[in-house]
Nanobody, 118 residues
Framework: QVQLVESGGGLVQAGASLRLSCAASGRIFSQNYMSWFRQAPGKEREFVARIARTGISTWYLDSVKGRFTITRDSTKNTVFLQMSSLKSEDTAVYSC???????????WGQGTQVTVSA
């Protein structure tokens, strides 16, 4: 069954903001690190951001530091990715992932398209 569902993607102009959401089942959300990855056309999937189970620790891809913020809401079992100052190079399919350790993802969402026009 589908356990991670992303939403919030779309087409925006460079410099705009967008917020992605990933709704998870309660068990998956509470027991795992939650992450965002992205895959641009013709490129491999890359890590974007991760948040610990407690929500205290976060990690980011260098190129998005200061522009993207990952948060989690335990009342909604949802992780968010607030993206600001978007650039054309941020265009990709963004996927949500969940895993028990920093370097492992056991569950994936279906992805949501983010397109940033120059």
């Amino acid at each position: 069954q589908v356990q991670l569902v992303e939403s919030g993607g779309g087409l925006v102009q460079a410099g705009a903001s967008l917020r992605l959401s990933c709704a998870a089942s309660g068990r998956i959300f509470s027991q795992n690190y939650m992450s965002w990855f992205r895959q641009a056309p013709g490129k491999e999937r890359e890590f974007v951001a991760r948040i610990a189970r407690t929500g205290i620790s976060t990690w980011y891809l260098d190129s998005v530091k200061g522009r993207f913020t990952i948060t989690r809401d335990s009342t909604k079992n949802t992780v968010f990715l607030q993206m600001s100052s978007l650039k054309s190079e941020d265009t990709a399919v963004y996927s949500c992932g969940a895993g028990p350790t920093l370097d492992r993802v056991d569950y994936w969402g279906q992805g949501t398209q983010v397109t940033v026009s120059a």
